[in-house]
């Protein structure tokens, strides 16, 4: 059963960092609430309740249970890099080792800032396979930087079945013109509730992709939860957009909008983490990559929390849906709904 606590925290965090539902928008939850996951850990006091009231219950088992199929590309680190004289809590060192792709490293962060930022980079671009090169602009890495939580994430997977090649052609999109839509029929599992219209893909790996559409233009996301339960088996004439979204975003605001505030100033408690009592969390960067055609789709995304000091068979008539107009789309893991990507798309 897909968890709703993780469902209602991407949900949460979209609306604050894509109120303005006339833009592209592209994040993946799995990947902020794996590096929020590992600074909960390290975190006490309010710093710690802010925190875990977002990310709700569980969290951390959720992502670990999340492991995709092997008939499907999925690749995952979640790294400390510190500064050689920042002490570390060993307790925090042996829960990080439970995460997946969990390590400590060491980065010149006081001594070479720029060297400590290609040297975090080089690793994202390892594990998202060269889609995210730098995920940490310049400047991003100072010399007062002494530790960064980084979760970077590569899902590639192949469709359950495919969309027929010459079955792509220019179709209309609201506000867009005329996009490159791919189309197909078959068995899908498809629902419509509270003002929305869903379509679930099966992929590869026990992943799938589900089309968000609304009845009335984007909006609140208040109908999404039910609208996902009514999902059932139907004969579904799909169109569907080729998408190609690379999108950086700047979580420190959304996070600050959405009750996670503590961490961001001089009382921060990450004891948990580390016995120096003046470690706060400086920014949090994120940038998430998805790609969709008529194989199947690739996506990556990483998260840097920075801290300082201070056959022939006969169907049923297909129900036809033209994702025409913009949409949500929303790629989880089935089994435990853990949301890999959200992106709200606007132009295709």
């Known amino acids: 059963m897909p968890d709703r606590a993780h469902l209602t925290f991407a949900l949460t965090l979209h609306d604050a960092i894509a109120p ?124 007062d930087t002494v530790a960064s939580l980084v979760n970077a994430l590569y899902l590639k997977c192949g ?69 996902l339960e009514s999902l059932e088996p139907q004969r579904v004439e799909l169109f569907l957009p080729k998408l190609d979204l690379t999108v950086p975003t700047i979580l420190g605001d959304p996070l600050r909008r959405v009750g996670v505030r503590a961490v961001f100033t001089e009382a921060a408690d990450l004891t948990g983490l580390s016995p120096d009592p003046r470690l706060y969390v400086d920014e949090v960067l994120h940038e998430a990559v998805l790609r969709l055609d008529e194989q199947g789709f690739e996506g990556a995304a990483a998260t840097a929390v920075m801290m300082r000091l201070t056959s022939v068979v006969r169907h049923p008539p297909a129900r036809t849906v033209r994702v025409d107009r913009p949409y949500l789309l929303l790629v989880r893991h089935a089994g435990t709904g853990a949301v890999y990507f959200l992106a709200q798309v606007v132009a295709p």
């Open 159 to 227: 469709w359950a079945e495919e969309f027929p090649a010459h079955d792509t052609a220019p179709r209309p999109f609201r506000g867009a013109g005329d996009v490159p839509t791919m189309r197909l029929e078959a068995d899908l599992r498809y629902g419509r509730a509270a003002g929305w219209e869903a379509v679930a893909l099966a992929a590869r790996g026990d992943v799938e992709a589900v089309v968000l559409l609304p009845a009335d233009g984007l909006g609140a996301v208040d109908g999404v939860p039910e609208v």
């Open 20 to 143: 303005d539902r006339r833009r592209n928008a592209c994040w993946s939850p799995y990947s902020v609430a794996s590096a929020l996951g590992m600074l909960a850990a390290g975190a006490r006091g309010d710093s710690e309740r802010e925190l875990v009231a977002l990310l709700g219950p569980g969290n951390a088992e959720l992502l670990k249970a999340s492991d995709v199929g092997d008939d499907a590309e999925f690749a995952v680190a979640n790294t400390l890099w510190a500064w050689d004289a920042l002490p570390l809590d060993e307790d925090f060192l042996v829960g990080l080792a439970g995460w997946p792709g969990g390590k400590v490293r060491s980065a010149p962060f006081r001594d070479d800032s720029e060297g400590a930022r290609k040297l975090i980079n080089a690793d994202v671009a390892d594990t998202t396979r060269g889609l995210i090169p730098e995920l940490l602009p310049p400047g991003a890495v100072t010399a």
